[in-house]
């Protein structure tokens, strides 16, 4: 147990109760609404305000929460748009990892690296860590804003089909899966199985029958009353409870950095925090408050605290450290954090693009100390594991399995009958 790193664990609980509150005054359906108005039934404009809100709101919230809470609300708006809302979501998703890197909070890779006594005992904390990255993101955020209009500039966003034909096609795609994912050991199942698909061919059917008719440019404001009624704030008083609370625990997070008789870690003030917001919400089921809880996640960061502890007993850690190093040494001194931080930089961004960015930095923060404190090569330790923070969240971007906002984002697409390939977020 003493391998746990519980202040991170505590980080992610604690951050984890106040989304989960935050989340049920229906703030995040409300602001997506906004920005359907804003956008007045254009597709760009659109795509737009909703990757700044997304990349802002996962620099506070994590990104997976972002996402979760997203996603469906984009997928309605897209659907009334009669948009495709496949590439609409890769940018969200895209622009959320790329927010979530600039701050301590934004993302689990940098939860665990600020978390890290090690690092924290050398100067970086939260405040130190989210100004120097939080300056590099906004040109990210441009860049990737260029390079979306240039990749997207040939693809047809809007759908070829009227609003009717492509939600029966949408609901085809979803009786097909249901079917593929019966499986046959009984007559019963055999029955079942059989009736899926004869509904989907029977959708399919009524389909080629319809007379294809297009959609009204201003049908945006036919659909907008309905929008209202439906994505709206439904608690407005826990709203302003929440974001008081959130506010006075992000303040308390850069507070951390300079005040030093603040004998609190960052893992309590999210405890702390979320205490606070329980009590203020006058929460009476905390079993309901408890399954919006990620258990697994925080399972999952509690094993992989373990497995890599039990790696580096076995020297697995020292012995990629000092291959590295030695890799390091080998070039001119006035080079060599130069090229560690290349090294850095460019191995996290094509390894967290194929591997899950959580288990990557968690095993590479042990080399980035060991470089850092290694007086023969004689590198800073803060520009490293900028590096490492860098490469480890944006490189998740490359491809579906990268990030598990990636992943969180292709599941509830999938479940709306708008599969998202490896391949095609690939491309």
Not at 22 to 45: E, H, I, M, N, Q
Request: aromatic share 10%.
């Amino acid at each position: 147990m003493e391998w746990i790193d519980y202040e991170t664990v505590c980080l992610l609980f604690g951050m984890m109760t106040i989304v989960a509150i935050f989340s049920s005054t229906g703030f995040f359906d409300w602001a997506a609404l906004k920005a359907y108005k804003l956008a007045r039934g254009k597709v760009w404009p659109l795509i737009t305000i909703l990757c700044i809100f997304s990349g802002i709101i996962s620099a506070f919230l994590d990104n997976v929460t972002t996402i979760l809470l997203m996603t469906p609300v984009s997928i309605r708006l897209c659907q009334v748009l009669n948009l495709n809302p496949t590439n609409i979501l890769i940018a969200e998703v895209l622009f959320s990892n790329i927010g979530g890197t600039a701050t301590a909070v934004g993302d689990p890779p940098n939860v665990i690296i600020v978390s890290n006594k090690q690092i924290s005992d050398a100067g970086i904390t939260f405040a130190t860590f989210t100004a120097h990255l939080c300056i590099g993101i906004v040109f990210c955020m441009a860049t990737g804003y260029g390079a979306l209009r240039l990749m997207y500039r040939n693809l047809k966003l809007e759908n070829t089909d009227p609003p009717e034909v492509a939600e029966m096609k949408r609901e085809v795609e979803i009786w097909k899966r249901t079917a593929e994912r019966v499986p046959i050991v009984s007559a019963e199942q055999k029955a079942v199985k059989a009736m899926l698909v004869q509904k989907s061919l029977a959708v399919e059917t009524a389909i080629r029958n319809k007379q294809y008719r297009k959609s009204s440019s201003n049908a945006w404001r036919k659909n907008l009353p309905e929008l209202e009624k439906k994505y709206r704030v439904t608690d407005m008083p826990l709203l302003i409870k929440s974001s008081v609370i959130l506010g006075a625990v992000v303040v308390l997070f850069f507070s951390y950095s300079f005040v030093n008789n603040l004998h609190v870690e960052l893992g309590w003030i999210a405890i702390l925090g979320a205490v606070w917001l329980i009590v203020l919400a006058d929460v009476h089921s905390i079993e309901f408050l408890l399954e919006k809880i990620e258990w697994a996640t925080l399972l999952f960061f509690a094993g992989l605290f373990i497995l890599m502890e039990a790696l580096e007993e076995m020297g697995l850690i020292d012995f990629i450290g000092e291959h590295t190093a030695d890799l390091v040494r080998q070039v001119e001194p006035k080079n060599r954090l130069l090229v560690a931080i290349v090294l850095i930089v460019w191995i996290s961004a094509i390894a967290s693009s194929f591997i899950d960015n959580i288990p990557f930095t968690t095993a590479m923060i042990p080399i980035v100390i060991g470089l850092g404190q290694d007086p023969s090569l004689g590198l800073p330790l803060p520009p490293l594991v900028w590096s490492l923070a860098m490469g480890a969240c944006l490189g998740g971007n490359g491809t579906l399995i990268g990030a598990s906002a990636n992943v969180v984002c292709a599941g509830l697409a999938e479940q709306h009958g708008y599969p998202i390939s490896f391949n095609y977020f690939f491309k």
